[in-house]
Every structure is written in structure tokens, then in C-alpha cells.
């Protein structure tokens, strides 16, 4: 019984019921011992074990409250954050420790938050906000990724482990939130939809901000074109989009249902970005019907591109006509009915050039 309290105390860390464990203990040793061994020197061994015990706690409670503190901490910084900075204990991060590294970057946003969130009070948004998260966080982490940041509604994740798993890592959010969203059609509430960018290149990655204030974070180009890359998914109508850095750092591209979708340029670069969807996720035929359609596709975007939006009209309603609900051809469609009339300069800055640096 003695015993039963000192470790339930341990476990609770309730100092009241380890101190009755403690005098439990000293109960029973002075019942064992002869009353006439009390005013004698052979107490001393008695008091000897109650205080080895007493000092066993006092060892037990700190390592549990440092495994506690441990556990604490990752909560608000991801072990695997510390880990790529090669800190074994977060009480010795100091500001601006950083490292490079190359990772993959996902960002994810909820689509029309603010209207949904117009439908609910402040108590029932955070309530959403932590049933989405909650569901779809752990896909993250069970694909070697880690989430840096929560947004709001939007999440920030890296993945340090290759893009394929990012890449893999998006399509199963998909496919839970599927799930996710049968839950919430039976409980009365309307589905929720989701853009995902996926880039891949060099960042930094550290602390900023002051002594008294610091965050972990990671700052870098390829950070803001993943971005920017989960912003374009709402205007071309698609769940799911990777960049070209992205699409080289595969393992095996073919492993997916992926079609280059756009060449874009952000503001002030010199560089073109090629842009990719991936749609694993869609509907069996409509799989079908783009990748029979793949080159049709991949014919009218170039021809798109060069300025040809005349040829590219035609093949993109031929696109159309076998597949009408494909959101990107009816992108193009439009794009091409509205630049056929318009004189457009030598580096041509048409509404999907913009959308890379243009979040939305």
C-alpha cells in the first residue's frame, strides 16, 4: 500500500499523495522494528531507506518533469525543427541560430474561409478550425513532414525527407478530407475544399525575433513561390499543384497523375516557373479522360504560350468537348477569347503571370 502511493503520487506528481506514501513507508519499518531499537543506534538504517526512498522521489519527479517540459515544448516547436538545427535541448536555442537546408515546401489553405467563417461565432470557428487540423495535421506527420506553422486556417509544412513524400503527402490530405467531409455532409454542414503548393529549393531555417520574443521559422524564396504556388490553385480550378523544382525532385514523376499546366514568372524575376497539377485525387474518369488527353493538353498550352491563341482556342474546346468539366481548359478558354484582341508586349504579362506573386 505504501508503495501503491508513492508511485500513484509520482504519476499524478501530486505532492500530498506522495508525501502519504512516504509516511506509509515509514509506518511500516517502524512497526517491523522492535520499539526497543528506536533509542538505539540501529535506527539508523531505518532512516537510512526512508531517506535513499525520499531522494529516489526527488530524482523520479525531476526526470518526469523534464520529460513533461519535453513534451511541452514540442507541441509549439517541432522536435524535428530542433533536430535540423543540431540542438539536442530547446533550452539552448539562442536567436538567429540557423542552418541551410534543402527541403520541400507544402502549404495548404481552406478555400473561401471568410464566407464560411461568416456562417459561424468566434466559439464555433475555433471549434472547426481544430476539427480540420486535427484531421489533417497528422497526414503531415505521418508522411516525414512537420508542421512549422498553423495560419489561421492555412498550414505550413517541411519536408526534409525528399519531395515525394510531400507530393504523396498532399494526395492523402486530399483523400481525408474526402472522408473528413462525408462527416461533416451527415452532420448537416457543407463540405470543405482546399488549394495545396508544393515547391522545393534552399531555405534558411532558425530563430528570429528578440530576446525576450522568439520564433522558429524559415525564411527564403522557394518558401514564397510555394506560397504563391497554393494561391494559384483557386483561379485554374485544381486541388493540388507543384512546382518544376518540385517535379525534378521526384524519385519517379510517373509514380503520379501529374500535366504541366502553366509557365508563370514572379514580379521582379528573370526566371520562369513551371507549374504542375497533380490529380490523383480526382474522379476515376475524369483521370481517364486527361490522361487520354495529355498531349491535345500539352499542344495547346504551347501554342497558348507563344502567343498562338487562335490555334490554341481550337484545341482547347476540342479539350472541352470530350471532357467539359476540366476547370483548367475552361482557364484557358477564357484567357484566350480575352488576349486574341489585345496587343501584347515582348515579356507579356497576362493575368496567370501574375498570380505568382499576387496572393489571394
Known sequence: MAGYYLILGIYRKDFSTCNLGLLCVLAVALYVMPIDNIYTVRFLPCFLFVFIIFQSFIQLKRIAQSFVNVRSYE??????????????????????????????????????????????????????????????????????????????????????????????????????????????????????????????????????????????????DAVNVASRIEGMTKQYGVSLLISEATYKSLDDPFRYHIRKLDRVKAKGKKQWVSIYEVFDVDPPEMIKYKVELASIFAEAVTAYQAKQFKDALELFLDCQTRNPQDKPVQYYIDQCKLYMHMDLDEDWKGISRRLIYERR
Open 75 to 220: 507541441r509549439f516547436v517541432p522536435k524535428e525543427f530542433l533536430k535540423n538545427l543540431h540542438i539536442q535541448d530547446i533550452e539552448n536555442v539562442k536567436l538567429g541560430d540557423n542552418v541551410e537546408k534543402n527541403m520541400t515546401i507544402l502549404f495548404s489553405d481552406i478555400r473561401n474561409f471568410t464566407a464560411l467563417s461568416e456562417q459561424m461565432n468566434p466559439e464555433e470557428n475555433f471549434t472547426f478550425i481544430n476539427s480540420y487540423l486535427s484531421v489533417i495535421g497528422p497526414v503531415i506527420v505521418n508522411h516525414h513532414g512537420f508542421i512549422d506553422k498553423f495560419i489561421g486556417d492555412a498550414i505550413m509544412a517541411l519536408f526534409d525527407t525528399g519531395a515525394d513524400d510531400a507530393v504523396s503527402g498532399g494526395i492523402q490530405m486530399m483523400r481525408t478530407l474526402e472522408v473528413y467531409n462525408q462527416g461533416r455532409k451527415r452532420a448537416g454542414y457543407s463540405p470543405v475544399g482546399i488549394g495545396i503548393g508544393i515547391n522545393t529549393g534552399a531555405l534558411r531555417l532558425g530563430t528570429i525575433g528578440d530576446h525576450q520574443r522568439m520564433d522558429a521559422t524559415v525564411i527564403s
